[in-house]
């Protein structure tokens, strides 16, 4: 039997319940030593992207507003107030920053985020 090479192996992990993120709003876990930003919006949807904002270098991405900007899914910086997509991670005032997105599923209740490891 072959290994699956490193790079290619992901893990779901439970982050936290969806009733515990309240609508519109983010929190952080910490899946596979990374903290991950997860954000649940009004319609239940949820998205995870990289908790650390690049601009101001300070994991704060889940405590962000989030929102809609031009027909696009954001979450704003808390701290300088860039806008990043929560389907592309592409930061929509600098076409050079990005930060990581992650698959995100909801099981039940439970919320689970996928990261490689």
């Given at each position: 039997?072959?290994?699956?090479?490193?790079?290619?192996?992901?893990?779901?992990?439970?982050?936290?319940?969806?009733?515990?993120?309240?609508?519109?709003?983010?929190?952080?876990?910490?899946?596979?030593?990374?903290?991950?930003?997860?954000?649940?919006l009004t319609d239940d949807s949820i998205h995870a992207i990289?908790?650390?904002?690049?601009f101001s270098r300070a994991n704060v991405l889940s405590r962000?507003?989030?929102?809609d900007l031009k027909g696009e899914l954001v979450v704003a910086?808390?701290?300088?107030?860039?806008?990043?997509?929560?389907?592309?991670?592409?930061?929509?005032?600098?076409?050079?920053?990005?930060?990581?997105?992650?698959?995100?599923?909801?099981?039940?209740?439970?919320?689970?985020?996928?990261?490689?490891?």
């Open positions: 039997m072959s290994a699956r090479p490193q790079a290619l192996m992901n893990e779901w992990v439970a982050v936290c319940k969806l009733t515990d993120i309240v609508p519109d709003t983010g929190v952080c876990a910490l899946v596979g030593g990374r903290q991950v930003a997860v954000f649940r990289d908790n650390h904002d690049p962000g507003i989030v929102g910086s808390p701290v300088y107030k860039q806008h990043f997509s929560l389907v592309t991670g592409q930061c929509l005032e600098d076409a050079e920053v990005r930060v990581a997105v992650f698959p995100v599923r909801v099981e039940g209740d439970t919320v689970l985020v996928s990261i490689d490891i």
